[in-house]
């Protein structure tokens, strides 16, 4: 385990030589103490990302020259896959087979976007038909600059990849800051990137708070883009100081997503897919299906059967054999949950099975998948991001009914439908108000598909092609001849 900032290539001990515990969520055992990182160090590698940006030409190397480093960094993950999935696990808490499914996720996302820095060199520009024809144009895209990447712990090794990739590829630098609650993964993607002999300055991992490391980020002028993953209220505090300086923004923010299953769905799988939809990672997605509306006829069965497989999850350490569900990630992140579910139950809402602590555990942030129904439409816990296993269920009427609920929220990242009628899946689909539609399953993410989310739940896609754009800006050169 790394215990120094990766800065300008080198590891470095942060100036003001602070550092923190990390704990695992399901000992509560201190694992580690990691580098806080403070201003001057965000300082520090600002600047050394500006040199690599501005002076050691990161930005003039060809996309086949910068796809080399990356495809080496994805090689690096692979040869340590099992090592940074154990390391993701005592520091998430997630089942080791998540873990290591995110871990080849991030290598893929490495090898992807060397694969469009690749094509960049093949379209380095488009010509423009202009209008009068003294004059020539073309567009040409080019790196916006500096990235500033301040990423959740819910995810950590991945949700780096999905930032440091997509700007390196596109001849950005970057200085990451991880979640203090998960920076181990992020530390160590300094020695693969290190090893991938990435010039110095290209990448640089500050880990530190929140409120030090990544508010120095974010108020840096050396800074040229904010890209970010978290809640809603940071990524507002974000987009407020990125207008100050106009600062590039993206964000990829919080959400309720809804989950309608319609009459002529198969109930077992229906059953299968909102479980996935909601327990996977403790919960702890952004795109989590976490309200789920199902049509009157079906909706006593369903729920039958939902309480009777959650029932049946597997709850422990995520290093053990056959666990489903890990302990939350840290005490805090369990309380908030514990007192999300109370205050439903206040508002009226009942709990059909989950709820508490499981019975045996005596250390760890364990809570039991909790399934609601009944909350109120206006209650917290139908409208509020819980960030916990927790589902709320509601029977609906019609199609109609469905979309009005279904898009009733200010948020819209993610919504699924399952429905046996084709033509129905795709209406509703096209009616959801939300970046990230799924039929007939719920959450399958690919590297190749854009990711977002509509309303309050950000600005911007990341993944795909629309990933890199993030990190481009658009230059016309016009010519008179
Ligand atoms: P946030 O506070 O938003 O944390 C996300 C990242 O932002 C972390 O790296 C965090 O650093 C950093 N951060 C916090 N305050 C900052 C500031 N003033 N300036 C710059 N960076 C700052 O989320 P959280 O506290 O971890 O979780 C709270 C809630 O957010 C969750 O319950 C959940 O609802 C939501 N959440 C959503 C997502 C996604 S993917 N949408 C992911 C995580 C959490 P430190 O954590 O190191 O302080």
Redesign the pocket.
């Known amino acids: 385990m790394q215990s120094e900032l990766y800065i300008d290539g080198q590891w470095v001990k942060p100036v003001k030589g602070g550092s923190f515990e990390v704990i695992n969520p399901a000992t509560e055992e201190v694992i580690h103490r990691a580098p806080a990182g403070t201003a001057e160090d965000v300082d520090i590698a600002v600047k050394a990302a500006r040199r690599a940006f501005d002076i050691d030409g990161w930005p003039q190397k060809t996309g086949s020259q910068r796809a080399v480093h990356l495809r080496a960094i994805a090689e690096g993950i692979r040869t340590r896959q099992q090592e940074l999935a154990r390391l993701e696990v005592l520091d998430n808490g997630k089942p080791f087979p998540e873990a290591d499914w995110d871990v080849a996720d991030a290598a893929g996302c490495f090898d992807f976007y060397a694969g469009l820095a690749e094509q960049l060199d093949d379209n380095p520009e488009e010509p423009i038909a202009l209008s009068d024809s003294r004059f020539t144009s073309k567009a040409v895209k080019e790196p916006i600059g500096v990235a500033g990447a ?5 995810y950590p090794l991945l949700m780096a990849a999905w930032k440091v990739a997509p700007a390196l590829a596109a001849g950005c630098t970057i200085v990451l ?5 998960t920076s181990l993964t992020a530390l160590e993607l300094g020695a693969i990137a290190e090893e991938a002999k990435l010039p110095p300055g290209v990448l640089n991992i500050v880990t530190g ?3 030090v490391a ?2 120095a980020i ?1 108020d840096h002028k050396g800074v040229d883009k904010l890209a970010f ?3 809603g209220p ?1 990524g507002s ?2 987009m407020a100081t990125a207008s100050r300086d106009i600062k590039r923004i993206s964000l ?3 959400g309720k997503s809804p989950f309608v299953v319609f009459e002529d769905a198969d109930i077992e799988q229906a059953v299968e897919w909102i479980m996935f939809g909601i327990f996977w990672n403790q919960g702890q997605v ?1 795109s989590a299906t976490s309200r789920v509306l199902v049509q009157e006829g079906i909706y006593d069965r369903l729920l039958h059967r939902l309480i009777e497989e959650t029932k049946r999850i597997t709850i422990g350490n995520g290093l053990d054999e056959g666990i489903l569900l890990g302990p939350l990630v840290s005490k805090r ?1 369990y309380e ?1 949950v514990i007192a999300a579910i109370e205050a439903a139950k206040v508002a009226g809402a009942t709990v059909a099975c989950g709820g508490r602590r499981p019975e045996g555990f005596e250390k760890g942030y364990y809570l039991e998948p909790t399934v609601l129904t009944g909350a109120p439409l206006d209650s917290e816990a139908w409208r509020e ?1 819980i ?1 916990g296993p927790v589902v709320c269920i509601q029977p609906f009427s019609d199609e109609n009914e469905a979309i009005e609920l279904a898009n009733d929220s200010r948020f819209g990242l993610a919504a699924a439908v399952m429905s046996k009628d084709e033509v129905r899946a795709e209406r509703v689909a096209a009616a959801f108000r939300a970046g990230i539609v799924w039929i007939n399953c719920s959450q399958p993410t690919f590297t190749e598909a854009p990711w977002g989310g509509y309303k309050q739940s950000g600005i911007g896609r990341e993944l795909g092609r629309w990933g890199l754009d993030n990190y481009l800006e658009t230059k016309q050169i016009t010519r008179f001849t």
């Not at 800051?177 to 609650?181: F, G, M, N, R, S």
């Open positions: 301040i990423i959740p712990w819910n800051k991880p979640a203090e609650l708070s929140g409120s990544g508010q974010i993953t978290g809640s940071v505090k974000i990829e923010l919080g952004c992140q908030q991001e960030f």
